[in-house]
């Protein structure tokens, strides 16, 4: 799928007269996923497709979009970037984005930093971002708290919930290894959806 077919599935599909969570009943609220590894088709971003649809459900939304960042490389440090711009559009009007990444050198990708760095200070408020970052070592489980956090808190995002901290070996079964993270997490993104304090 190319990008623009990717980011265009954000208009795609509605269920009018579902019951949605405090703070946007009367509209569907908007899951978006902002997938930062390099490579397209990655299993960060099946496992962020799959928290972003899970998330979803609980909010009674459409299908995430998703927003791979491989797609739109060419296009981050071009003086004209009309996709990366349309993506970066559909992240201020989420009520909820998914930022995942794999850890690279202890932090999150080169990539990801392309795309955030064009976001002005604040333009996130409202939104409430939840963290994922996949590595192959429980030791770099921080690079979320550390890095990837005080970037989005930065750009005014609530992040209301620890990071989705994902091992390789736990790609294999998702959803064994995200149940104890929804029960314990699941209330504090609903309840921050349209209000809340981060």
Do not use: C
């Not at 201020?92 to 955030?116: E, M, R």
């Amino acid at each position: 799928m190319s990008s623009a077919e990717t980011i265009e599935s954000s208009t795609a599909g509605s269920s009018a007269g579902q019951d949605i969570v405090s703070g946007v009943r009367g509209r569907i609220p908007r899951v978006v996923v902002v997938v930062g590894n390099p490579r397209p088709g990655s299993r960060t971003a099946s496992a962020a497709a799959h928290v972003g649809e899970r998330i979803a459900g609980l909010l009674g939304a459409d299908a995430p979009t998703i927003v791979e960042l491989a797609d739109l490389a060419g296009e981050l440090l071009a003086p004209e970037h009309p996709l990366a711009d349309e993506a970066r559009a559909l992240v201020t009007s989420a009520d909820v984005v998914v930022v995942a990444t794999p850890v690279y050198k202890g932090s999150y990708t080169g990539l990801l930093k392309s795309f955030l760095d064009h976001f002005p200070g604040g333009v996130l408020r409202g939104v409430t971002a939840v963290p994922l970052v996949v590595s192959a070592s429980s030791e770099h489980s921080a690079a979320e708290e550390v890095h990837l956090r005080p970037v989005l808190l930065e750009l005014g995002a609530r992040v209301p919930t620890r990071a989705i901290a994902l091992l390789e070996p736990q790609l294999g079964d998702l959803d064994a290894a995200l149940d104890t993270w929804f029960a314990e997490h699941a209330g504090l993104v609903t309840a921050r959806v349209g209000g809340g304090a981060q």
